[in-house]
């Protein structure tokens, strides 16, 4: 239990199993010039804390350090230069690390707020989803109504979140899911599909023979490839991570590195068709003014989108953060629909 004016944060010491984790305790943080400490009511669980604590994570810095990629709370001081009016705002933050904490500082321009009526938890499902989601569908894809795509792993953390907002721009889904949950994906408007199948590639093409305005890959691998192969004249490839190798040994960076190569060739040839590697982070070294411009019209509109009921928030489960590691877990068995929330 969290008392009052005590920092309470989990840490990843290193390459270690879930139940290594490690709590740390201290004073609360205060905040520099232009900084806001939010005090945390929510972050949660996503595919990177899992590489992370495999030493897998593209760019994650060298242990030992606080993971959290993003975290829901109300800003509660401000610091010098900031708004004083800001404390008290329930805000949304994307930090990459150190979102798994009681209290959080992170400069206010890249706090968001959250709008009134949106709990917690659920705005917490829709920060590195959402935002990942919507700039890949809205900045990337460009999807249109009418136009069809394809999700792989449409009953995931960042899928779930693309297929509505897919559906909510007009287009027709087609989404891969294990058999369980092809009843719920048809009751949203999906057209499901078994990613167990051996034929998986054809069956796609079956429903859609003149191939796919957009395909979304988490998964890499050889299995890009087929996904590249999917797309119609024009169409778009969409690839966000390397789930195939999460538990691969040998240089962190290679899948990275290999997909990043066909995904230059591909594009290099006068074939009709593009690709990208989406990083939610691209473009923060060269202009932080516009990466947080961008990033803070994005969330405002997923979470308009959610308020508006447009988009659901799908909350696997919640539990104490000094209950991470059960947590990390529950998210990695596979077993869950939605994000796993930590609460402090």
């Known amino acids: 239990m969290n008392r009052t004016g005590e920092l309470v944060e989990i840490v990843l010491p290193g390459k270690v199993e879930p139940e290594g984790l490690t709590t740390r305790r201290g004073p609360v943080p205060v905040p520099g010039p232009g900084q806001v400490v939010i005090r945390t009511e929510a972050t949660g669980v996503s595919f990177a804390e899992q590489q992370m604590r495999r030493g897998r994570y593209y760019d994650q810095p060298p242990f030992p350090f606080v993971p959290g990629y993003d975290l829901v709370g109300t800003v509660s001081t401000t610091g010098e230069g900031v708004d004083p009016a800001l404390a008290g705002t329930r805000v949304a933050a994307l930090v990459k690390v150190g979102g798994w904490a009681s209290h959080v500082v992170v400069d206010a321009a890249d706090a968001v707020p959250v709008p009134d009526g949106v709990g917690a938890a659920e705005a917490e499902t829709l920060v590195l989803n959402g935002v990942t989601a919507w700039q890949m569908l809205h900045r990337k894809a460009r999807v249109r109504p009418g136009h069809t795509v394809v999700v792989l792993g449409a009953n995931g953390g960042v899928g779930s979140v693309l297929v509505q ?73 969409v690839s966000y991570g390397t789930a195939s190798t999460r538990d691969a040994e040998g240089l962190k960076q290679w899948p990275v590195l290999k997909l990043l190569g066909r995904v230059w060739l591909w594009n290099a040839l006068p074939n009709r068709r593009r690709a990208y590697f989406y990083n939610v982070w691209a473009g923060r070294a060269l202009s932080r003014g516009r990466f947080r411009a961008r990033l803070h019209a994005d969330l405002t509109q997923v979470l308009a989108a959610l308020g508006r009921g447009e988009v659901s928030a799908r909350v696997a489960a919640r539990l104490p953060l000094e209950q991470a590691a059960e947590a990390l877990r529950l998210a990695e068995s596979g077993t869950v629909a939605g994000k796993v929330v930590l609460i402090p």
């Not at 599909?193 to 023979?209: K, Q």
């Open 165 to 237: 907002l897919a559906l909510a721009a007009g287009a027709r889904v087609i989404g891969t899911a294990s058999a369980r949950h092809h009843e719920a994906l048809r009751a949203q408007g999906v057209v499901p599909v078994d990613y167990r199948a051996d034929d998986l590639a054809a069956r796609i093409r079956a429903l859609a023979p003149h191939g796919a305005d957009a395909v979304f890959d988490h998964v890499g691998g050889r299995g890009i490839v087929d996904s590249w192969r999917l797309l119609a004249p024009g169409g778009t490839l």
